[in-house]
């Protein structure tokens, strides 16, 4: 099996993270060229370990998750398009999504993210590509609260998804309005860190 490359390759290779893989290199990939799939390796493994670390809150089953991102990456690689818009970048998202999802109660959170889909109309306000954007990041928020203290998610699903003010919260709560902000700046904290990883996939 596959090892975190070490702290050290990985700062000597941190200017390559400013520029995606090009497609040259994906036909090299498709072809088996183990040298490519080495540079696709440094050159994703921080950012997909740190977006799957966010979301679940394990180390140890975020290291395994981004090994296995690239031992499927291999094993499927003669089906990557390397003209495909945005390079590969979409393709370890979609992973590495679906690694999360399998890894959480993702029926409960496709449920209840369909709704708050639904309810905003994504779809309808926004042109594809955006709207794409929109989905997923309103899926892995939905991922992200799911996961968050029961008080801490209550408050944020009743001022943030239901537009509550905190002074309705804290009544309805019966903490105070300082409470209320505190969860509230917390919850905010933690979907920062998850979304900021995500648009690295988008951008």
């Given at each position: 099996?596959m090892?975190?490359?070490?702290t050290?390759?990985?700062?000597?290779?941190?200017?390559?993270?400013?520029?995606?893989?090009?497609?040259?290199?994906?036909?090299?990939?498709?072809?088996?060229?183990?040298?490519?799939f080495g540079d696709?390796y440094?050159h994703?493994?921080?950012?997909?370990?740190?977006f799957i670390r966010?979301l679940?809150?394990s180390?140890?089953?975020a290291?395994?998750?981004?090994?296995?991102?690239?031992?499927?990456l291999?094993?499927?690689r003669?089906?990557?398009?390397?003209?495909?818009?945005?390079g590969?970048?979409p393709?370890l998202?979609?992973i590495?999504?679906?690694?999360?999802?399998?890894?959480?109660?993702?029926?409960?959170?496709?449920?209840?993210?369909?709704?708050?889909?639904?309810?905003k109309?994504?779809?309808?306000?926004l042109?594809?590509?955006?709207a794409?954007?929109a989905?997923e990041?309103?899926l892995?928020t939905?991922?992200?609260?799911?996961?968050?203290p029961?008080?801490r998610?209550e408050v944020?699903?009743?001022?943030?998804?239901?537009?509550?003010?905190?002074?309705?919260?804290?009544?309805q709560?019966?903490?105070?309005?300082?409470?209320?902000?505190?969860?509230?700046?917390?919850?905010?904290?933690?979907l920062?860190k998850v979304?900021?990883?995500?648009?690295?996939?988008?951008i």
């Open positions: 099996m090892k975190p490359i070490s050290g390759i990985r700062l000597n290779n941190e200017r390559r993270a400013t520029a995606d893989i090009s497609s040259g290199m994906l036909e090299a990939l498709r072809s088996g060229d183990h040298e490519v696709i440094v994703y493994w921080d950012p997909l370990y740190n966010n679940i809150g180390s140890e089953d290291r395994e998750m981004t090994q296995d991102i690239f031992i499927v291999w094993e499927s003669r089906r990557i398009d390397p003209g495909r818009r945005g590969i970048k393709y998202y979609g590495a999504r679906n690694k999360v999802m399998d890894w959480f109660d993702h029926k409960k959170v496709e449920s209840r993210f369909e709704r708050i889909v639904s309810s109309g994504i779809e309808e306000e042109p594809a590509d955006e794409a954007i989905r990041m309103a892995i939905q991922l992200v609260v799911n996961q968050m029961k008080t998610r944020f699903t009743m001022v943030v998804e239901n537009g509550m003010s905190i002074d309705e919260a804290a009544e709560m019966q903490v105070s309005k300082a409470t209320i902000s505190t969860h509230l700046y917390h919850a905010r904290q933690e920062r979304l900021t990883c995500l648009l690295f996939f988008f």
